[in-house]
């Protein structure tokens, strides 16, 4: 569970003097805040009136529901307390590229009175980044379902988590803006760019599992026609995709066909 770090403990002390609530209620709001990925928090405390909502924008029910000065002081802690989370980096996750590439929290600019948008307030997670180091941080990143994916646009990188194996994609010329996944047992994903709806499978993948792989078959030998094991090796990578759930049974056929065709 993340924990917080020696500043963030006094942000929470330092909310607690300023609103006028005790350290307890103001930690378990900074979770709820967190936990509505700092947009939103459902909480129940008996400072906050009992069970409530707040959701950024103006919209706070308390179950005191007349008292409006209770509910004014709740909403400006919240509004602090969103402030303050969409200054860590990486931690509030849309999962959806197209609003992290516009540049993350439409709050991510606004500062608090605390002075600690900054600062380190949580312990870091040694399991956070998953993706391969040398390809630093991601321009966005989130998950959908059983899979995680993080969008490296200087590299031209696509890292994708599926069931605990890491698959990194050249994405080429492409500026990814979206990411999908379909349900069902003929699940694929499919990612948005300028030019138009790209299959997860056309993308070459260049690493798995941090081990660099063979660039997709695309030349021809000396002699005219493919080296046969970079046709083999590609038909393996295309095996892996389909046991992954990346491409249907049918995107596998297709394009293994195509494989075998130039033997």
């Known amino acids: ?53 707040w959701m950024r924008g103006g919209m706070t029910m308390l179950g005191d529901m007349f008292n409006n000065n209770l509910k004014g002081r709740v909403d400006s802690l919240c509004s602090e307390i969103s402030n303050v989370l969409a200054n860590q980096p990486g931690l509030l996750q849309s999962g959806s590229f197209q609003s992290q590439s516009q540049g993350g929290s439409d709050y991510q600019n606004q500062t608090t009175g605390g002075g600690f948008g900054s600062s380190n307030l949580f312990v870091p997670d040694p399991h956070a980044n998953w993706w391969p180091a040398e390809l630093g941080s991601p321009n ?31 994405t080429q010329d492409h500026q990814i803006g979206g990411f999908s996944q379909q349900q069902g ?24 599992n941090g081990t660099p792989v063979l660039a997709p078959v695309a030349s021809a030998s000396a002699n005219g026609s493919t080296a046969e ?18 491409i249907t049974d049918s995107e596998f056929a297709t394009k293994k066909a195509e494989l075998l065709s130039r033997l």
Request: proline share 2%.
């Open 140 to 170: 966005a990143s989130g998950s959908q379902n059983n899979m995680r994916y993080a969008y490296f646009a200087n590299a031209r990188r696509l890292a994708v988590d599926s069931g605990g194996e890491v698959w990194v994609y050249d």
């Open 229 to 246: 094991s970079d046709i083999f090796a590609a038909i393996e990578r295309l095996a892996a995709l389909k046991s992954s759930g990346a």
């Open 1 to 53: 569970m993340t924990q917080l770090t020696p500043e963030g403990q006094s942000l929470v002390n330092d909310l607690a003097q300023r609103h006028g609530f005790s350290q307890d209620a103001v930690t378990q709001m900074f979770w709820a805040v967190l936990n509505g990925n700092g947009s939103m928090a459902q909480f129940s405390h008996s400072e906050f009136g009992g069970s409530g909502q």
């Open 185 to 208: 047992a003929g699940s694929s994903i499919t990612l948005s760019s300028q030019f138009g709806t790209v299959n997860l499978a056309s993308l070459p993948v260049v690493m798995k």
